[in-house]
């Protein structure tokens, strides 16, 4: 039997090394009969892992090396959150320490394991959240700020499963559990494995949030999908507008678009290779309507990716405001008059959401706000529709559209 810490271990020693999650798990070999529950172990580990820091905290004088960390860390989450046997756990943790060529650490890690206590919940509310949702302290007092007591609800909302779009064939899937959303032929799942029929095109993943916002644009001749990759949201407006056209800053993530489109046949898409924040003379009052899902925080998908809280840092929201605004200014020159103009982001926070929409209403003169309707549960805000985690259906997603009446 493999030692089951030592996959998470490789997948994850990769993702505290600046990696992304999901990109460290599709590199990484794995045992493929154990892959379900390691994945869980990885996700876990990364959702708990402030609560996790602070276990290790209360129980050392010293601060362990990274690798040592990285294996008390995996255990303490198959001890405390999938009541695993202790001397599994703790036998596996030795003996991957060994097999680590730290065998000088071995005495510890097994000392800890048997005699670890759990520390008292911090008694002020910011800390108190922060260590029961094992959220970043910056994060919570900005939420607490903005929404007061739901902070915790947004923060420790799960997951509500995998989001899976169908183009056809969808009730030979629905068997098995499932929610059903607002949309048609968009289901989410508790489980759900990839077959031959994704190939084919018969389906596709896709989140909730991302599916709403794609409901909210108004069919149209020419679209501009402003910050398009994976290509999502391009393949699903392409069925409702005439001629999408799909920009990415990046070279190989606009080849995913065109992979994407491939696949699932959407033929009247045309991948563009630039930067959303330069203007291109060629686009310019040439599109009946343009999305920015601009570049943010994430801070709306956490409980999807979780790896946000380690590399998202509170500095970086400034730097991403002025790369959101400079997005809508720039691409807002595109919009035909009479066109729309719209804006989202997988955020949660105000100053990427409203504030950034009110700066743009500000500077740029020439639209009208008009704040599109949605069967997603959704707050509404002054500026847009904020969907929160805890009523919807997990997505934490922002959306607002412009009419553009002048010059």
């Not at 990484?28 to 602070?54: H, M, Q, S, W």
């Not at 905290?57 to 405390?80: F, G, H």
């Not at 001629?243 to 992979?259: D, F, P, Q």
């Not at 489109?261 to 003379?281: C, E, G, L, Q, Y």
Request: aromatic share 10%.
């Amino acid at each position: 039997m493999t030692n089951p810490l030592c996959d998470p271990y490789l997948i994850l020693s990769k993702v505290y090394g600046g990696k992304f999650l999901k990109q460290a798990i599709s590199e990484t070999p794995i045992e493929f009969i154990n892959k379900p529950r390691t994945v869980k172990i990885c996700y876990g580990v990364l959702e708990k892992d402030i609560y996790l820091n602070a276990v290790i905290s209360a129980n050392t004088q010293k601060p362990p090396k990274s690798a040592v960390r990285l294996i008390l860390k995996i255990a303490l989450y198959m001890l405390e959150f999938m009541s695993k046997h202790d001397y599994m756990v703790v036998d596996s943790a030795v003996e991957l320490t060994k097999k680590l060529g730290k065998d000088g650490a071995s005495g510890f890690v097994n000392a800890f394991l048997r005699s670890y206590t759990l520390p008292p919940e911090p008694e002020k509310t910011d800390e108190k959240i922060s260590f029961e949702c094992s959220a970043p302290l910056w994060l919570v007092k900005r939420l607490r700020r903005s929404y007061k007591g739901e902070a915790a609800e947004i923060l420790s909302a799960p997951s509500k499963g995998i989001c899976v779009r169908f183009e056809k064939n969808a009730e030979s899937y629905l068997d098995r559990e499932h929610i059903d959303t607002p949309f048609e032929n968009v289901y989410i799942f508790k489980n759900f494995t990839r077959d031959n029929a994704f190939d084919n095109g018969d389906y596709t993943f896709q989140s909730v949030g991302s599916v709403a916002i794609c409901n909210a644009v108004a069919s149209c001749g020419k679209l501009l999908d402003a910050c398009a990759a994976p290509g999502g949201k391009s393949v699903l407006l392409s069925k409702k507008c005439k001629e999408v056209t799909a920009n990415e800053l990046h070279a190989h993530r606009a080849e995913l678009i065109k992979s994407y489109a491939k696949r699932m046949s959407a033929h009247n898409i045309t991948v563009a290779n630039n930067d959303a924040t330069i203007f291109n003379p060629e686009y310019e009052n040439a599109f009946d309507a343009v999305l920015c899902d601009v570049p943010c925080s994430g801070t709306g998908v956490i409980n999807e990716n979780p790896d946000i809280k380690l590399f998202r840092k509170e500095e970086d929201i400034a730097s991403l405001n002025e790369t959101q605004l400079a997005i809508i200014k720039n691409c807002s020159r595109y919009v035909k008059e009479g066109g729309r103009l719209y804006y989202s982001t997988c955020s949660v926070l105000p100053e990427e959401n409203d504030s950034i929409v009110y700066k743009f209403l500000s500077e740029c003169k020439g639209f009208t706000l008009e704040i599109p309707e949605s069967p997603l549960a959704h707050r509404k805000t002054k500026f847009g529709l904020q969907y929160l985690p805890h009523i919807s259906l997990g997505a934490g997603f922002f959306l607002t559209s412009f009419v553009r009446n002048g010059k």
